[in-house]
């Protein structure tokens, strides 16, 4: 309970934050999956905040 709880706030973080960025479509997918390619070396965010800042380090990394 406490891993799908976690998986669903990430979810609705990582939503929340690409909407306020404008992150959206083709270049969210692609985000997601440079965090999920990542994932173990990124591990899973604990806080909004640290998702936040994922989701920054992604864009950054995917579209340099």
Same mark, same amino acid.
């Given at each position: 309970m406490g891993l799908q709880n976690n998986n669903e706030n990430e979810s609705k973080w990582f939503d929340e934050i690409c909407e306020r960025l404008g992150i959206?479509? #083709?270049t969210k997918n692609t985000v997601?999956?440079?965090l999920e390619n990542n994932r173990k070396i990124?591990?899973?965010p604990k806080s909004f905040n640290e998702? #936040?800042?994922m989701i920054k380090q992604a864009f950054?990394?995917?579209f340099k």
């Open positions: 959206h479509g #083709e997601l999956l440079t990124l591990g899973r998702c #936040e800042a950054k990394a995917a």
